[in-house]
């Protein structure tokens, strides 16, 4: 009596759960709430959990599960457990894995989008108002490049949470803490296959970076990674703030990295806006050995992708963004540049 008692409660907490998380969906305001007042002190409950264990406490529990899934039907099955028994008890741990991903991490999906927390309107591409940037930018890529990298891993983790303590409140995001600290994948070769750099561990919302980063990447991969810890989902606004953060750093090689880790982005935008004949007459401008530094690093990463498991990658990615409210997909990473463009230059303060 006391287990049925007690399913029946679960089923109804359960059902209370999935409900909410239909609710933010489709309420207009109520994921902001969620990332401003839930969010924050959940995710401080849930990443210093993630803290006591050097390994990544996210994957495991995915491991835990899938193999949970693969064994029950056979050990059920021993028991004299009825089919319908054993698919029930799969789709109810199924779903509170959902429940579990978007109350813990995955409402910040329903926020509300970066220009209405900027309090900026979308612009255009202007052709003058891209190549006024365009000139600052390679200006200041080319003055960063040439000094070593002076910090630690640890060292760069400190000086881009110390930024990200400076970010003007009215974005959202919230304060990291000390104790949060980037894992290492336990499965971090099939990560390089698919061309990840780090991603989001959203159960005990840990963020993750690939160990097997160049040194010019790491602090703009960290720096994104952190920002989706923060409450930020979308991948172009990751990549505003990792560029912001790494660009306002005391540390030049930190802010060099910040401007080598947009590179790419602002490449296609050229030759998207100004014409090949455009892009390369642009690009002569930007020094020759930041150019083979940005050549070196796409050989690096093309001996370890695999193109047939990347282009699985790609394709469930792809549909899991639209699926989250993010209608671009993939191609949402190289929408920073028109974020930046939108604001003032005195947007920081």
Not at 25 to 34: D, K, S
């Amino acid at each position: 009596m006391k287990y049925i008692r007690f399913r029946y409660i679960r089923w109804a907490v359960l059902a209370l759960l999935l409900i909410g998380v239909w609710m933010f969906r489709w309420i207009p305001g109520a994921g902001e709430w969620y990332a401003r007042e839930v969010y924050p002190g959940l995710s401080v409950c849930l990443s210093g959990v993630a803290s006591v264990v050097p390994f990544s406490l996210c994957e495991v529990t995915v491991i835990g599960i899938g193999g949970f899934l693969l064994v029950y039907p056979f050990v059920a099955r021993r028991k004299k457990r009825s089919g319908w028994h054993i698919l029930g008890r799969e789709v109810e741990v199924l779903v509170w894995v959902y429940v579990w991903f978007y109350w813990g991490w995955g409402m910040n999906y329903f926020r509300n989008d970066f220009f209405s927390r900027s309090g900026v309107a979308r612009v255009s591409y202007e052709e003058a108002r891209f190549h006024r940037f365009l000139e600052a930018y390679t200006d200041s890529l080319n003055a960063t490049y040439g000094v070593q990298m002076s910090l630690s891993e640890t060292g760069m983790q400190n000086e881009v949470k110390r930024i990200y303590r400076h970010v003007p409140e009215r974005f959202g995001l919230t304060v990291p803490k000390d104790f949060q600290h980037p894992k290492r994948s336990l499965v971090n070769g099939l990560y390089s296959k698919v061309g990840v750099l780090g991603y989001m561990g959203p159960f005990f919302d840990e963020s993750h970076v690939n160990h097997e980063l160049l040194p010019a990447q790491y602090p703009f991969t960290y720096a994104h990674e952190l920002s989706h810890l923060l409450g930020v989902s979308q991948e172009a606004e990751a990549n505003f703030w990792a560029y912001q953060v790494c660009v306002r750093s005391a540390n030049r090689y930190v802010r060099y990295c910040g401007y080598f880790g947009l590179l790419p982005y602002i490449y296609r935008d050229a030759y998207r806006i100004l014409g090949e004949a455009g892009c390369k007459e642009w690009a002569s401008h930007i020094r020759s050995d930041i150019m083979r530094e940005l050549r070196a690093k796409e050989i690096y990463w093309g001996e370890r992708y695999s193109p047939w498991i990347g282009a699985v990658q790609d394709a469930v990615y792809n549909w899991y963004l639209k699926g989250n409210c993010i209608p671009s997909g993939t191609k949402n990473y190289g929408e920073v540049t028109g974020m930046i463009l939108s604001l003032p230059e005195n947007w920081w303060q």
